[in-house]
């Protein structure tokens, strides 16, 4: 897996101020999961989204990542779209795309009424055995063609983190899964932690094998911040493959781009261990922390070179 690069971990920073919620309006997103366990933030920040293209019509599910109604899905949910919807008090309005990111498989939707930001936590806090739940948005009768959105939620653990996805849309992007298999009503359901802080949201372009997918905060919270920025997601370059995980953790380089930014400076058989400062797990987890920052960025990355520590600076070069 190459390392491309720019990070989700910077932007956590720049948001944290939006993670406190405030009262959402009567009747626009659900309670919380949990039977009550959980704060009601979580809840009151997710959005029903009708999306309708050539391929039909879905029902699918985003969460606020901050004000003036920025909400974050998967840009699987999103492709091919022609119009978009948000249910707001028993009736759709119509919603904006602002853009979509199929590498990273995250989408951002401007909803015409205000949510309550969610509060996310890095994927650092999830660890398997973590006790999560899951809350979606499901079909209810509305009207033919086009159903009303309720709300579900089951309860899970989490069997994995940091593994990479490999699916159709966020090909090794970092994951955390959740057992048990439960089938998914949409995409984008949301994943939170026993205070109801989001950990991820569920991307179904994954066929699982043991478990739900998710996409973990940090990376859906960069990429979302990029998207409103411009649209796009602009992402710099390391030069470097990785090889198999290690069971200490850290992203184990098997090949250096001697023309690339990391030549010269890392070697075969590295691990990075941290990035400015933030602990790597894997290289998925690496690309993720990367994913955003554009060439010319600074990093400085912890390595442990056969057993050795050092830190080392590499300026992020421009994707090829």
Known sequence: ????????????????????????????????????AEPASAGRALVALLTSGAGGTTLD?????????????????LAGATSVEAWRNGHWVSASIVGADATSDIGLVRVPFDVSAARFTDEDAVTPGTRVWTMDVTSVPFGAPRPGA?????????SAAGTAVNGSRGQGMPSIVVVP????????????????????????????????????????VGVSLDLAAGGTVSHGWLGIDGGPARA???????????????????????????????????????????????????????????GTLATMEVALGSSP
Request: include cysteine; charge should be negative; aromatic fraction near 4%.
């Open 61 to 77: 599910c985003a969460v606020a990542i901050g004000a003036g109604g920025l909400v974050a899905t998967t840009a699987d949910a």
């Open 181 to 220: 298999l439960v089938t998914a009503a949409s995409t984008g359901g949301v994943l939170v932690d026993a205070d109801g802080a989001v950990l991820g949201i569920e991307d179904t372009s994954v066929v699982p094998n043991s478990g739900e997918v998710f996409l973990p905060a940090d990376l859906v």
């Open 150 to 158: 309720g709300w579900s939620e089951s309860a899970g653990t989490v």
């Open 1 to 36: 897996m190459s390392a491309l690069v720019g990070a989700g971990a910077a932007a956590i920073v720049v948001v944290a101020g939006l993670f406190m919620a405030s009262p959402r309006p009567t009747g626009t997103n659900p309670p919380s999961p949990g039977g009550g």
């Open 248 to 306: 200490a953790g850290g992203a184990v380089i098997e090949s250096v781009d001697p023309s690339g930014p990391a030549g010269g400076v890392l070697a075969q058989g590295d691990v990075i261990v941290a990035i400015d400062g933030t602990p790597v797990r894997t290289m998925a987890d690496l690309r993720s922390r990367l994913y955003m920052l554009p060439a010319g960025s600074p990093v400085w990355l912890r390595v442990d070179r056969n």
